[in-house]
Each structure stands twice: as C-alpha cells, then as structure tokens.
C-alpha cells in the first residue's frame, strides 16, 4: 500500500468553528507533514512530526493545531480560521530522514472558509 | 533571490513534443532532488528522485542533475494530453532532511 489518504475531500466552515482533517497512511513511514497550498503556488510546509513528535513548526498561528496520535495517523484540528485559511490542505509522509526521504503526498483537503 | 527558480510557464507544446522542464538552485547544500506532477485539484505525485549528477530515465521521463551548475531538468519524451498538469520541482539538504524546498511549477499543457 503506496497510498497516503486525507478525509475530507472537501470541507466548508465558518470562522467560528471548530473541524478536523484526518490523514493516514500505511507505508510505515515514520514521518509524516502537513502543508497548505495556495492557488498556483507550490506547497508550504506547516508542520512536521517524526517518531510520532513534533519536530517543525513552520511558524503557523495557533488556529492550527496538530496532533499525531500514532504513527499511521496525523490530524490537523481547525478553530476560528480566517478566510484567507481557505486552501488546499495536503498531508505528506516520509520513511524518514536520510537518502530515501522521498515525501509521498495525498490527494489533500479543500478547505473554504466563510 | 529563491533559492529554487522554477519558470512557471504555461508552456503550450503539441502531442508528441519533447518537452523540457528546467530549475536552477543557489544552495550548493542540495543534494536530493525530485520532481512532482500535480494536476488541477490535486496533491502533488513524486515522478522522479534522484541524489546524484547525471541521468536517471523511467519509462518516458529523464530527470538530468548537473550539480556544478546548479541546474536540474526533467525531459518527457513521445509527450501525452495526460501529461498536461503542473510540473514542481523540489530539493533537499542532507541537514534539511524533512524540509523541501519547491519552485513554483511549471504549468504544461500537451495539445492534441
């Protein structure tokens, strides 16, 4: 299994309230990312959790709140976004560090914020 | 000055074209290199990964590395109306592991 799956496609939320994205993979990768894409523009790496800690924190404000309940898993919890949150949310994972780090993406969360 | 420039494009070619996609770098730390193909809506698909100068071909994709010149491309041969979509390259050191860095892509339309 090579997939890397996000739940939901597509999510619509207003500023006040509160949702998650869910991310899992299967591959035994040990580390796993979230990134927030913007139209026409590449990837920009949010967080990074390795070994299940977290070891990046790009900086995000505080409405973002990630979370690694096991190794496979990897949540994004979402509270009184803005509408310039609205993007595409993609979850990423990785064997590690070291020479065969390649990141493996999944297919991502459409995020609109009202 | 980025530390990656990709040319966004669009770049327009006819079906069957050669096709080739280009980025320089500046961080002489690089030294893995990978290229994504994403489509409209989509999260982004590893292509090609490579950690070394020269070559490296699957199928009708050939990514090129010339680390003396900071310079990296991915050639698609016999090109495809399915390979129309956005082209990013991306790159890493061996200290940044988990952080790659992306260009900005490049968006490639192959008309039938």
């Known amino acids: 299994d090579t997939e890397v799956t996000q739940t939901p496609k597509h999510l619509v939320m207003g500023m006040t309230n509160k949702k998650s994205l869910k991310c899992e993979q299967h591959m035994g990768h040990r580390a796993m990312y979230w990134y927030k894409q913007k139209a026409k523009k590449p990837p920009e790496l949010m967080f990074v959790?390795?070994?299940?800690?977290?070891?990046i924190n790009e900086s995000v404000p505080s409405r973002f709140s990630p979370e690694c309940p096991n190794s496979s898993l990897l949540n994004l919890h979402l509270h009184a976004l803005q509408p310039e949150d609205s993007a595409l949310y993609l979850c990423?994972?990785?064997?590690?560090?070291?020479?065969?780090?390649?990141?493996?993406f999944g297919p991502g969360t459409r995020l609109t914020v009202l | 000055q980025k530390e990656v420039e990709q040319d966004p494009g669009p770049l327009s070619v006819p079906e069957g074209a050669i096709v080739s996609l280009n980025c320089t770098y500046s961080n002489s730390a690089f030294q893995y290199f990978m290229w994504y193909r994403q489509y409209s809506r989509k999260g982004p698909e590893l292509l090609m990964y490579t950690y070394s100068s020269g070559n490296k071909e699957d199928g009708r994709f050939t990514a090129q590395v010339d680390k003396s010149s900071k310079y990296i491309s991915l050639f698609i041969r016999d090109s495809q109306p399915s390979d129309s979509a956005t082209y990013l390259c991306a790159m890493r050191s061996i200290q940044g592991a988990q952080k790659l860095v992306f260009g900005q892509g490049t968006r490639l339309t192959i008309n039938p």
């Open positions: 959790y390795s070994y299940e800690k977290l070891s």
């Open positions: 990423a994972s990785s064997q590690g560090a070291g020479r065969y780090n390649e990141q493996f």
